[in-house]
């Protein structure tokens, strides 16, 4: 049975043809000579008018078929790509939500950094603050990869892409909060790598939140003009 219909859908134009062929000739044939059979049916102008009659009826049908084939055809084309559409756009969404979210807990993070209770552990124990800064760059990382990645989401050409990219060049030069370990004996230490990370938070983290907010305005406004 599947070949069988594997094969129907391979050979539809062959088959519709063939159709056409039995039902323009051989079948109006058939009840020719059927009547013909019959003594005193139909003169040579009568036969002339069923014929021509029968041929119109089934030029008319086929068109009407072939006409009605198009438009399916094409209103499923349509169907489809406004669903392609709604799945782009709303991955779009989904990654540009993400981003937000993990630009929100990086911004968190830079704020309270070192709170009261882990401010005196970290001026006794630098490692503290590496590990802090460590744990930080790790999720700028994460996050910096998302963002390079998210050009690929929209098509060349688009605002959207164009955003991307000053994204991503905003990406370059905010890799890592860079602090200076050769002051770690220094009593102000701590506050000075507060100092590096407020600064990080307000020329980088801060600026890719509005791009964020920017970049899904964009997709937003795309949605409704469609």
């Not at 391979?10 to 088959?15: D, F, N, T």
């Not at 990370?197 to 509005?210: G, L």
Request: with cysteine; net charge negative; charged share 30%.
């Amino acid at each position: 049975m599947k070949k069988i219909k594997i094969f129907i859908k391979k050979h539809y134009i062959l088959g519709s043809l063939v159709a056409l062929i039995l039902a323009l000739i051989v079948v109006p044939k058939l009840i020719e000579l059927l009547l013909q059979s019959i003594p005193g049916t139909g003169s040579n102008d009568g036969w002339l008018g069923f014929w021509g009659g029968y041929l119109g009826s089934v030029i008319a049908v086929a068109f009407a078929a072939y006409t009605a084939k198009l438009q399916s055809e094409k209103a499923i084309d349509e169907h489809r790509r406004a669903e392609l559409f709604v799945y782009q756009d709303k991955t779009k969404l989904d990654r540009i939500f993400k981003i937000q979210e993990d630009l929100a807990e990086i911004d968190i993070k830079c704020r309270y950094l070192f709170g009261m209770e882990v401010y005196q552990d970290a001026v006794d124990d630098k490692t503290v603050i590496a590990q802090s800064i460590d744990e930080i760059n790790g999720k700028i990382e994460e996050v910096n990869s998302k963002m390079e990645r998210l050009q690929f989401y929209f098509r060349e050409g688009e605002d959207g892409r164009e955003k991307c990219k000053e994204i991503i060049g905003l990406v370059n030069k905010g890799k890592e909060i860079v602090i200076n370990k050769d002051e770690e004996s220094s009593t102000n230490y701590v506050d000075g790598v507060r100092d590096v990370v407020k600064k990080y938070r307000e020329s980088y983290i801060d600026e890719q939140i509005d791009n964020m907010n920017e970049l899904l305005k964009i997709v937003n406004d795309s949605i409704q003009a469609k």
